[in-house]
């Protein structure tokens, strides 16, 4: 497992933007963000491959957000643009150590963050 500690979630209005940050210890093969909003499914937006900067991303935030990783503090990005009221979700960091098929699929992730809340009001 791999402890993960989001951070950088807050409240903004419609077009504005976020970092959210994600500190992981141990060794990560991809790492993912993930949200969740009441009533719905967790949602894979971006993943990333750690070695080779390998990225997916749900349709619904191509364009407007980017997940990096830095791979020196072991900490992974998602600069979120141009943010909508759809957006608003808590925030969730994953990681796994291996290869999997289903990036964008929480349940092949073995270790997740607490959460962190974002907030888009219209």
């Known amino acids: 497992q791999v402890q993960l500690v989001e951070s950088g979630g807050g409240s903004v209005q419609a077009g504005g933007s976020l970092r959210l940050s994600c500190v992981a210890s141990?060794?990560?093969?991809?790492m993912g963000w993930f949200r969740q909003a009441p009533g719905k499914e967790r949602e894979g937006i971006a993943t990333i491959r750690t070695g080779d900067g390998n990225t997916v991303y749900a349709d619904s935030v191509k364009g407007r957000f980017t997940i990096s990783h830095d791979n020196a503090k072991n900490t992974l990005y998602l600069q979120m643009n141009s943010l909508k009221p759809d957006d608003t979700a808590m925030y969730y960091c994953?990681?796994?150590?291996?290869?999997?098929?289903?990036?964008?699929?929480?349940?092949?992730?073995?270790?997740w963050g607490p959460g962190t809340q974002v907030t888009v009001s219209s």
């Open positions: 994953a990681a796994t150590q291996s290869w999997l098929p289903t990036p964008r699929l929480a349940y092949a992730y073995t270790s």
């Open positions: 141990g060794y990560t093969y991809r």
